[in-house]
């Protein structure tokens, strides 16, 4: 078992820093929200080469304010998805996808429209799909770590049970600064031990230093990513996703 730790100043400091960063968040999320319809759909895009004749791929993404985007980067075609999305177009794969985001909310936390990542899911998925992504994780930082542990649970069994063929990929939190207080990885354990227990596959932000020495890729409140930002996290995603949708026994 690991050992509680004391924080240090700094480290409290930190922790109230994201903290505070996250409580605005919740503001600026419900204004920005309010022109924002529920049922957050892809953007349409033109794709540059023929679609391959194949059933379409259906696609469901549930997330917090890093995929809904925010003042700060990301918003309708420029968000990671629909880069994410565009792409796989551009290169041939047809897919039907569908977006459940909202700020300030994570498995346990709820957004500024009310509703966590478990009850997302059981107003998106459907038996048909065939990828469920689950980005985010940071809104619980700050929650009781039982809460947390049965809302992931819940999550992730319900994708489980609902869209039993559907590849799961889990993208635990980012963290908005290179040493993330023990909190925020406390939660990133916990979602990715049980991301591995029920075969998911786990892309872990803050172990691959997602956002360390590149400012430009953070907006001026410190927390959430630019254009340039959501960019960067559709490149790091798209090979993930690509192979996920791929079949079995594809070179990947």
């Known amino acids: 078992m690991a050992k509680t730790r004391r924080l240090s100043s700094d480290r409290r400091w930190q922790l ?33 080469a023929p679609l391959a004749n194949q059933k379409p791929k259906k696609i469901v993404v549930i997330g917090d304010s890093f995929t809904e985007g925010t003042p700060q980067g990301g918003v309708g075609a420029n968000g990671w998805q629909q880069l994410a999305f565009r792409q796989l177009r551009t290169d041939g794969i047809d897919i039907t996808p569908s977006v459940a985001a909202e700020g300030s909310a994570g498995y346990a936390a709820r957004g500024y429209r009310g509703t966590n990542f478990v009850e ?45 063929q559907a590849q799961l990929i889990v993208v635990g939190p980012v963290s908005p600064v290179a040493d993330p207080p023990p909190e925020l990885t ?4 916990l979602i990715r031990d049980q991301a591995n227990q029920v075969g998911a596959i786990f892309v872990d932000p803050i172990a691959d230093r997602w956002f360390d020495n590149l400012p430009s890729s953070i907006g001026p409140d410190g927390l ?28 990947r």
């Open 120 to 164: 997302e899911a059981h107003r998106v998925l459907a038996p048909d799909d065939n990828l469920v992504i689950i980005f985010g994780g940071m809104n619980d930082a700050t929650m009781d770590p039982k809460s947390e542990a049965s809302a992931v649970s819940d999550t992730f069994g319900f994708v489980r049970t609902t869209a039993p």
């Open 16 to 48: 109230a820093g994201i903290g505070a960063l996250i409580l605005v968040t919740v503001i600026v999320a419900a204004a920005f929200g309010v022109a924002r319809t529920r049922h957050q759909q892809d953007v349409p895009v033109l794709s540059s």
């Open 224 to 251: 959430h990513p630019t254009d340039e930002g959501h960019a960067y996290m559709s490149e790091k995603l798209l090979p993930v996703i690509r192979d996920a949708l791929a079949p079995p026994g594809a070179p």
């Open 186 to 189: 406390r939660v990133r354990d």
